[in-house]
Every structure is written in C-alpha cells, then in structure tokens.
C-alpha cells in the first residue's frame, strides 16, 4: 500500500512516501507497509492478516489470527472463582439490560505483546524440531515459516 495524497487533498499534489516503511513478507508477496510509532504490534498483525486475506496466502492466515486469538486469550479478565451458589431471585446490588455482563479486558503492554508473540515463535521452532526428529521435514519446514513471519513483526 502506498500513500500518494493525504486524506481531504485527491489530486490537489502528491505527497513524500512516510520515511518509516517497513517491508511486510506475506507467502512469496513482499509489500511496503508504513508502520508509524503510534502503530501497536495488535494493529500491524491486523494489517497483515487483511494483507494476507487479500493474497490469499492460507497459511500466512492462520498464523497471523493463531497469533491474534493468543493475544485476545491473554487480554481476556480471569472468570471468578465457582463455589458459591448464587440464590435465585435477585441480587444485591447486581445490574440488568443490555451491557451488564461486559467486563473490560485487560490491557497488555507492547513488551506484554512482544513477550507473547516470542512465546508463539519458540512453540513453532519446538515442535519443527520434534516434527523433524520424527521424520516429517515437510511439517517442520512449515512451522519454520508460520516461526520467520511471527519474527517479522517482532523486528
């Protein structure tokens, strides 16, 4: 993607490419993509993964919402302990209507997310290596792939 005019001047004169491009590998696609400071390492998976949707590299796919769906599991707030009946009828001070069971997620720092997207990285290197222990090199070279593009948003 490349950004020729900002938004509210089409056509009025063509503006500089961002210095701050990063190169995106998607498959065998490899596309300049402006990722600015503000630009979380949530958003850039996101870009990729509408990236990858639109070149329709399946596996690029699956890594990229495997890694997305980590992320939402690990933002998600822990459920409260069971143990305690909750009586019928209703509850002291308990809220109904629309939006009454929303609780907020957590938010994780980007070293959070970084910290995560590693963690996803060594379990795909750990089981290439298990995969080729056991003699299926085509898995391994797989999983090598799905482990070099999750390293591509950590860079």
């Not at 020729?4 to 300049?32: D, F, H, K």
């Amino acid at each position: 993607m490349r950004l020729s005019c900002p938004l509210g001047t089409q056509g009025a004169r063509r503006t500089a490419i961002p210095e701050a491009l990063r190169y995106v590998r998607i498959g065998n696609i490899v596309m300049s993509q402006p990722f600015g400071a503000a630009e979380t390492l949530r958003a850039r998976l996101r870009i990729g993964l509408r990236l990858a949707m639109k070149t329709r590299e399946t596996d690029a796919v699956a890594v990229l919402r495997s890694a997305i769906a980590a992320i939402d599991n690990a933002e998600a707030v822990e459920a409260p302990a069971r143990g305690e009946a909750i009586p019928y009828g209703g509850i002291a001070g308990a809220q109904a209507g629309v939006g009454s069971t929303v609780v907020a997620r957590r938010d994780l720092s980007d070293d959070e997310l970084r910290v995560l997207l590693t963690d996803q990285v060594a379990e795909r290197l750990a089981a290439a290596g298990m995969y080729e222990a056991r003699g299926r090199q085509d898995l391994a070279i797989r999983l090598r792939r799905e482990a070099d593009l999750l390293r591509t948003y950590l860079a």
